[in-house]
C-alpha cells in the first residue's frame, strides 16, 4: 500500500498515512481520515461537520474535527497505550495550520468549587490536557482517562460510583461514549461490546423517516438502511450526499420528499447495493429557480455492489447534469 493517500472526495491534497499512523504532523501537511474507521453524525442537513473519533489501531485514536465534510478545527492524536498525547493541532481547510500541543505536569486540581478534584496531566495554567482520574465530592473515582479542558475525549473509562468497578471503557467525544467500547455492570460482568453512538450502545443500523416527516435527526456513519416515507423533508435544502455514510447499504425514499433537495451523489462506495426512489421526489425545485451555475446533479460513481437503481416518474425532473459510471454490471 501506498504511503500516501489521495484527498476524500478528489482536489490537491494528499494524505502521509505513516504520519498518521504516528500521530505526528507539521504546519502544511494535510490531513485526512477514512470515513469507515470514524464514528460521527451527520446534522439534519446531511453534513459532516462536528467532532468524532477516528481508531488508526489498538492503541491511537484522534478527536477530529469536521467542516462541511473536510477535516477543519481541533485535531488531537492519542496514545491510549502510554497515556499521552501525540499531537495536538489546528486545521483550516484540511491543512495544519499550527500545532497546539501544550507543556504539562501532573497536579492535582480542585473542581467545581468543591471537593471534586482532577489528578493528572494539566498544563501550567492548571488546565486539565491529557490523561487523568476525576474524583466526585465524596472522593470516589467516575472517570479515568484523556481531558481536554472540561472535555473527556478520545478514550476513557467511566465508573459504577458505588462500586468502583469500570462501567465504560472504551472511545470518548465530547463527554460521551462514541466509537467503540465495552458497558459492563457492576459486578464486572460484560453487557455489551461494540458501537456507540449518543452515549448509547449503538443497536440499530436503520434510520427510518415516517409519511409528513419534515426534520431529518442526525444520522449515524454506520447507518446500513435509510427508509423515508411520502411527503418527507420538503425542507431539505442540501445535497443528499451518500458517500458520507460508508456502510450504507440499501436508500429507500417514497412519494413527493426533498422536493427543494439540491443535489444527489455518491462516489467510491463499495458496500451500496440499491437506490429506490418514488414519484416527485427530488424534483429539483431549487434548481429550476436558480441559474446553470447551480444545477442539479445526480451522481451515482464507482459503486461497484450497486445492483438496483429505480426511479419512478417525475423525480429528478429538474436535474441538468446525470453522472453514472463503475456500477455493477448487474446494476438495473
Known sequence: MSSKSKRQGGGPGFMDEKK???????RGDYISFPLKECYYLLNPQMELSGNGVYLENDHLVYYV?????????????????LKGICGHYEVRHGYVKRCRFLSTKQLSIPLYDSKARWEGDATFQRERYGW?????PDGNVCYEGFCIGNV???????YHVSSATVEYEGTICNNMRCGYGSLYSEDGSLLYRGSFFNDKPYVSCCYSLPDNTQVLSKLESRTETIVVGDHCANSFKGVMNLSLLPFLKDFAVGNDSFRLCSGFCVRDHDTLCSIIVGSYSFIGAVAKRKSSRNAFVFAIENCPSLRTVQICH?????CSVYLLSSCSRRCV
Request: overall charge neutral.
Open 20 to 26: 498518521r499512523r504516528t500521530g505526528q504532523f507539521a
Open 65 to 81: 474535527t469536521w467542516l462541511n465534510g473536510v477535516v477543519d478545527g481541533d485535531v488531537i492524536a492519542l496514545n491510549t497505550q
Open 132 to 136: 487523568g482520574l476525576f474524583f466526585d
Open 152 to 158: 473527556y475525549v478520545g478514550y476513557g473509562r467511566f
Open 314 to 318: 417525475h423525480s429528478f425532473f429538474h
